[in-house]
């Protein structure tokens, strides 16, 4: 056996983070590495030595094996942790450390191969006896033999990349006529993201449920299981909830799903933290239902913090002494006896529910993950406040873990540490993610992967912003704006005017029309702040930074708020609002491009245009495919026109805000 002395994460971020955490307490030094983005990240502040790997670009820093080998040498580092993603499941970067010497801490580099490739594990499933979906997973790729396979399976059929990951290069499709478009940008995504284009064909279950058990295995031929998670709150086949133990399903089917995880880890010689991944059909009810293997992630998953909840292990300490060459800390019967209570995660990305959950980026100035947490609560984050989210990465802001007793009491305690975390001013998905919590739907256990579709409007709300907002951007003017320290009475801002009580107005921009006048009257002992009709008395009571404490109409009310010369960002217990101060000198000049402008929703690369200039087009019609922080999106006529001005070619990179063409009406 090697005890590893110091340990290099080949990752960044909040796993990098999290694995130093272990890592430390059990007296091992750490290195990070970091790209030119992250010269100022937490993960290399957190940890005893850094090394720089490169640009930004993950194609030339974090994904470079011999840049992170180079870097284990030079810093005297006897292993390597990859975390997930990047080259956490390269079998040839596996076998680079172990040629130098160098422990990896995760599975072989053929255990790797085994399940890399989704056709080639299914079959080898099949051989171990575990159930697989009904599909096509054969090497002739060719549209005929593909249109041909996905008639044979019977539509709907699922296109998956087999070396995919995270949603990326797959592809609903209903019906003969789709499967072309779908298969041509499957295979492109396949290739941008991984590298290999190659598809297989799954039959499409309708109303599923995404169970996963948590595998491990030593060298020793032990080999157990930590029980299930669900994943199946998704919005483009990417886990946004996941909880431990799965709701609903019984101690038989438990047990099942863990032995058919355990023959899957066996049958390929597995060692170290490994997923084995499930899709349930539930159209019948989840009692009983029929489970298929869809693959494994030979990785230490996202979602583990809830495993390590439930059964009170730290799985990165198993990673690490695994690696070692230890034996499994635990039997399976020993697990059995421990596992209790219920955990939930949420997954706060720098997205935008409201633009079809788009990814954002920009800074964040308010989020503090190190805060003291109440009961059961934990928060794994790669970033605070003062850090951004860039394009070059994965927009994941943070793991919102909670654990209690039982189910009810986990959520409600994720919900109120959902409400206690303000972020701003960068975008995210934090008040979609407490709807989602808290949906009777959700509570009640009945979730399957078309949840998030199937109660869309009370899940993604139309965004209006009320007179109380316009309230609360105003107190947080006047509670952030300097005050004079001179001893003139009359340098006071006080908005006294000779005879009259003192007002002030402050205006903000509305989505159309006239803008929002505030009219605030009185020295603050209270205050009289008038919205068109509604009219409330107001007393600042305390603001500490962003935390602000008010008292409306007799009710206190606790908010934070960031503010500046243009915008207001306003963030209360379920709701964030971001305002625009209205600049009183031409702020309504009609919008110089005109109507029927398609700009950049962010930055990114111009895959394919499929329009030409003075083509005539319908409203809905697909304009231009950008690739943006890996995902694909598609730009489509907000209505019909004429194409006029085109300005984007294939292959080129596109700022933010770029113009790429106009619609002129018909």
């Avoid at 490739?117 to 575990?130: D, P, R, S, T």
């Avoid at 962003?546 to 207001?568: K, R």
């Avoid at 971001?578 to 930055?603: C, E, S």
Wanted: hydrophobic share 45%; net charge negative; with cysteine.
């Amino acid at each position: 056996m090697r005890k590893i002395r110091k340990l290099l994460i080949a990752n960044r971020g909040e796993i990098a983070v999290r694995v130093m955490r272990t890592a430390k307490a059990l007296g091992i030094r750490t290195v990070a590495v970091y790209s030119d983005a992250d010269a100022k990240a937490w993960h290399v502040e957190a940890a005893d030595e850094a090394v720089h790997i490169g640009p930004a670009s993950a194609g030339e820093s974090y994904l470079v094996g011999t840049k992170l080998l180079d870097a284990a040498k030079r810093t005297g580092a006897d292993a390597i942790h990859p975390g997930y993603g990047f080259l956490s499941e390269n079998p040839g970067f596996a076998e680079a450390c172990e040629a130098a010497g160098i422990i990896f801490v995760g599975p072989t580099a053929d255990a790797m191969r085994a399940m890399a490739l989704k056709g080639a594990a299914k079959a080898l499933m099949e051989e171990a006896k575990v159930p697989v979906v009904p599909g096509y997973h054969g090497g002739d790729q060719s549209l005929e033999t593909l249109t041909r396979e996905a008639a044979r399976v019977g539509y709907p059929v699922l296109l998956k990349a087999v070396a995919g990951g995270g949603g990326k290069g797959m592809r609903k499709v209903y019906g003969e006529s789709e499967i072309a478009a779908a298969v041509a940008a499957a295979k492109r995504e396949g290739e941008n993201s991984f590298g290999d284009g190659t598809l297989l064909i799954e039959k499409l279950i309708e109303r599923p449920r995404h169970i996963e058990v948590q595998v491990f295995a030593d060298t020793h031929g032990n080999a157990v299981h930590l029980f299930e998670r669900d994943c199946s709150l998704q919005r483009r086949h990417q886990k946004v909830v996941e909880e431990a133990p799965a709701p609903g399903i019984s101690a038989e089917m438990r047990r099942a799903m863990g032995d058919a995880a355990v023959r899957a880890a066996k049958a390929i010689g597995y060692r170290g933290a490994g997923t084995v991944e499930f899709i349930v059909d539930v159209a019948n009810g989840i009692d009983g239902a029929p489970f298929y293997f869809m693959e494994m992630n030979t990785r230490l998953q996202v979602e583990h913090p809830v495993t390590e909840a439930i059964t009170g292990e730290d799985l990165v300490a198993w990673q690490l002494k695994v690696a070692e060459g230890e034996a499994l800390p635990r039997t399976q019967d020993e697990i059995d006896a421990t596992v209790k209570g219920h955990a939930v995660e949420v997954r706060l990305y720098a997205e935008d529910p409201d633009k079809g959950f788009l990814p954002a980026t920009g800074p964040i100035d308010l989020f503090d993950p190190m805060r003291p947490l109440g009961p059961g609560c934990r928060i794994d984050a790669g970033v605070r406040a003062g850090d951004a989210v860039t394009i070059h990465y994965d927009p994941m802001v943070a793991k919102m873990i909670a654990y209690g007793p039982d189910r009810a009491t986990a959520i409600d305690r994720l919900i109120a540490l959902m409400e206690e975390t303000p972020v701003a001013p960068l975008v995210t998905n934090r008040d979609f993610l407490i709807r989602a919590l808290d949906h009777p739907v959700f509570r009640s256990g009945d979730v399957h992967t078309g949840f998030i579709a199937e109660h869309e409007a009370a899940l993604i709300p139309a965004k209006t912003v009320t007179a109380m907002d316009h309230v609360l951007a105003t107190l947080a003017i006047i509670a952030h704006r300097p005050h004079t320290t001179a001893h003139d009475p009359w340098d006071v801002r006080d908005n006294f005017k000779v005879n009259l009580p003192a007002a002030e107005n402050f205006l903000f921009d509305a989505e159309e029309g006239e803008p929002v006048k505030v009219t605030v009257t009185g020295r603050g002992l209270p205050y009289r702040v008038e919205v068109g009709d509604t009219v409330v008395t107001v007393s600042l009571l305390a603001a500490d930074g962003a935390a602000i404490s008010a008292m409306i109409d007799g009710m206190t009310e606790h908010f934070h708020a960031l503010t500046g010369d243009d915008d207001v960002h306003i963030v209360t217990a379920r709701a964030t609002r971001h305002l625009k101060r209205h600049a009183r000198a031409g702020a309504h000049d009609d919008d110089a491009d005109g109507p029927g402008t398609i700009v950049t929703p962010m930055p990114g690369k111009v895959l394919e245009v499929k329009v030409k200039e003075g083509d005539v087009v319908e409203k809905g019609q697909p304009l231009l495919i950008l690739e943006a922080m890996k995902m694909e999106q598609t730009l489509t006529a907000p209505r019909a026109g004429t194409v006029k001005g085109l300005a984007a070619r294939a292959g080129e990179q596109v700022a933010d805000g770029a113009l790429l063409l106009t619609i002129e009406e018909a």
